[in-house]
């Protein structure tokens, strides 16, 4: 029986083994990725769930790698993090969001005012240099500031509670919008969501998954709603993916919607295609 244990150490201890060096390797393959043009972003539409017109559309990256093919952000995201190459990369991403979105405002002036989101990693928010940096790309981009979002996680806005505050701040000062992602699976505290500059709940598509099948995930996606209004906060479900799950956010006063069902996230020609015709559903 010991004999047998300790095979199943060495295998096990072989397959971290291959899978460390997996993610080593794909460290080194990511430093190159921006200059050898694999990173891309996609934009799926945020639609308004009264009238299924476009409000906008969130940013989301794309790796597409010679060697390890198409990676997941869910994947790469945490390795560049680690790596430090996040902050270039998301620097890249805002400045390419934030020249498109100022092309359409331009090209399209029917679209009043169209967002932009862009994910903003804990690594990008803890830099003291982000601030400015934002700055700078609104300025270059001539973007009007109020038509970008920027989406937080609760864990990446409260691992330095006090230096996250004055960042956002500043931030706001702008004239940005912000937006808590994923909300309600992270730990944020009541008190501290009310001190949070934040305009925007994105309601995490686990709990819109739910939404009719899952009573406890009605309940608690009723509570989110009180409580945006309370806040007087905006409010996007993720991941919709049926007709009853719209027609239950519909009831609970939920503004926008974004998810599958309206549309995948799309290329900068087909989402620019989608402008056009201004209505998803
Ligand atoms: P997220 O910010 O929560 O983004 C939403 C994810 O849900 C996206 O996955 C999107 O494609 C997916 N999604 C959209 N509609 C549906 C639906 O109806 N059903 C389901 N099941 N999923 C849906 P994606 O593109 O794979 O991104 C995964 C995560 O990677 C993002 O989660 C975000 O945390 C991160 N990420 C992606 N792009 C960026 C980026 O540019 N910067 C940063 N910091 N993080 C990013
Ligand atoms: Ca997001
Ligand atoms: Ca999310
Ligand atoms: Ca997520």
């Known amino acids: 029986a010991k004999d047998h244990g300790r095979n199943r150490a060495e295998i096990y201890d072989a397959a971290m083994q291959i899978k460390l060096t997996r993610h080593a390797r794909m460290d080194v ?11 891309s972003l996609v934009y799926q539409p945020k639609v308004s769930l009264s009238d299924g017109k476009i409000k906008g559309f969130e940013v989301l990256m794309r790796w597409d790698s010679p060697e390890y093919g198409k990676i997941s952000p869910a994947d790469f995201i945490p390795i560049a993090e680690a790596s430090g190459m996040m902050v270039p990369i998301g620097i890249w991403a805002m400045e390419k969001a934030c020249r498109q979105l ?7 002036t029917h679209i009043g005012n169209l967002t932009v989101a862009i994910n903003v990693s804990m690594r990008q928010l803890l830099q003291t240099t982000f601030f400015s940096q934002v700055r700078e790309i609104l300025e270059s981009s001539q973007v009007i500031p109020s038509s970008i979002e920027l989406e937080l996680t609760e864990t990446s806005a409260m691992a330095n509670p006090m230096q996250t505050m004055e960042t956002l701040s500043m931030l706001k000062r702008l004239g940005l919008r912000l937006a808590l992602d994923d909300f309600g699976t992270g730990y944020s505290s009541l008190a501290y969501l009310q001190r949070l500059p934040i305009d925007i709940l994105k309601i995490d598509k686990a709990f819109v998954q739910g ?14 709603m009180a409580l945006a209004k309370t806040l007087n906060l905006e409010t996007v479900a993720e991941g919709v993916e049926t007709l009853l799950q719209i027609q239950e956010l519909q009831k609970t006063g939920c503004n926008l ?11 900068t020609d087909e989402a620019e295609a989608m402008i056009r015709n201004s209505h998803v559903f």
């Not at 100022?102 to 399209?108: D, I, S």
């Not at 939404?211 to 509570?223: A, F, N, V």
């Not at 919607?257 to 290329?267: A, D, E, K, M």
């Open 257 to 267: 919607g974004q998810g599958y069902l309206f549309s995948p996230p799309l290329s």
């Open 102 to 108: 100022a092309t359409w405002q331009h090209r399209y």
């Open 211 to 224: 939404l009719g099948t899952s009573h406890s995930d009605r309940e608690i996606i009723h509570l989110m």
């Open 29 to 39: 393959a990511l430093r190159f990725a921006l200059e050898r043009n694999e990173l």
